[in-house]
C-alpha cells in the first residue's frame, strides 16, 4: 500500500479513537527529495529582522528566486515598527535572535503582541534546547539554522507559507520537514533516508491495524498507533 491516508476506528475501554494519519508525496516513491515549485495563492512579504548587511542580501536574493518581497529591518526595533506599519502584508518574519538595540526575543515578543498567528522563524547558529525553549517563550516555533543551505531555506519558507495560506489544502501541510530535519540535527540526507524507511516499515501498517480491530486484538492495536506515534513525530509527520 503506498503511503497516504491511514485511517481506522478502534475501541478500547469503551472509548472511540480515531487516528488519522497525512502524509504527502515527498520522499520517493511516497515522497519527493527535490524542491517543487510553489504557486503561491497570492503575493507574499517577508519581514526580514537581520543586522548583517551580507546576510539581508543573500536571504533577499534568495527569497526573490521564489517570488516573494523582502521588507528589511536592521534591528529589532525596526522590525516591531515596521511590522505594525505593514501588519496586514507580512506574511512571515525572519528574525535573527541576536541584534543591537533590541534583540529578537523581545521583538518577537512586541510583535506576538500585535498578532498572535503570524508565523516568526528564528535565525541562529545555535538551536539547542535552551534556545528553543526561550524561541517557544517568546512566540517563535520555527526555526532556520545558520549557516543555512539555501534548497533547505527555500523548503522551509515554502512550508511555512504553505501552511498558513488560504484555499491552501491542508493535507500538504501534514509533514512538517522543518520539525524532522531538526529532529535529524539538520543532517538533510539522514533526514531523507529516514523518510524513505518509515514509508518502508509502514506499507502494511493500516492492514495490520484493519486486522487487530477486526480481530477485537485491542492490546496489538494499541502497540501498532503507539509505535506509528512515535516514529511519525521523528520525522515530522502530524496527525
Known amino acids: 500500500m503506498p503511503c497516504g491516508a491511514l485511517k481506522s476506528k478502534n475501541v478500547l475501554a469503551g472509548s472511540v479513537i480515531l487516528v488519522i494519519i497525512m502524509l504527502t508525496t515527498m520522499v520517493m516513491p511516497c515522497f519527493a527529495t527535490e524542491s517543487v515549485p510553489v504557486k ?9 529582522a537581520e543586522d548583517n548587511k ?4 543573500v536571504v533577499k536574493s534568495i527569497l526573490e528566486q521564489i517570488g516573494i518581497n523582502t521588507i528589511i529591518a536592521g534591528d529589532g526595533k ?5 511590522y505594525k506599519e505593514h501588519a496586514d502584508n507580512i506574511d512571515l518574519v525572519l528574525m535573527d535572535l541576536h541584534m543591537p538595540v533590541m534583540n529578537g526575543y523581545e521583538a518577537a515578543e512586541k510583535i506576538r503582541e500585535v498578532s498572535a498567528k503570524v508565523p516568526i522563524v528564528a535565525m541562529t547558529a ?3 534546547l535552551g534556545v528553543r525553549e526561550k524561541c517557544e517563550q517568546s512566540g517563535i516555533y520555527h526555526y532556520i539554522s545558520k549557516p543555512f543551505n539555501p534548497e533547505q531555506f527555500i523548503q522551509t519558507i515554502k512550508d511555512i507559507i504553505l501552511e498558513n495560506e488560504p484555499g491552501i489544502d491542508t493535507q500538504t501541510a501534514m509533514l512538517d520537514r522543518q520539525t524532522g530535519l531538526m529532529n535529524m540535527g539538520g543532517n538533510e540526507k539522514l533526514y531523507n533516508e529516514v523518510l524513505k524507511e518509515y ?4 506499507q502494511d501498517t493500516l492492514e495490520r491495524l484493519d486486522a487487530a480491530v477486526r ?4 492490546a496489538d492495536a494499541g502497540q501498532i498507533v503507539h509505535k506509528l506515534k512515535g516514529s511519525s513525530g521523528s520525522i515530522g509527520a502530524k496527525a
Open 40 to 48: 503561491f495563492e497570492r503575493f507574499h512579504n517577508v519581514l526580514l
Open 126 to 128: 545555535d538551536v539547542i
Open 78 to 82: 525596526e522590525a516591531v515598527e515596521l
Open 54 to 57: 551580507t546576510n539581508q542580501l
Open 199 to 202: 514509508c518502508n516499515e509502514n
Open 215 to 218: 480481530g477485537k486484538r485491542y
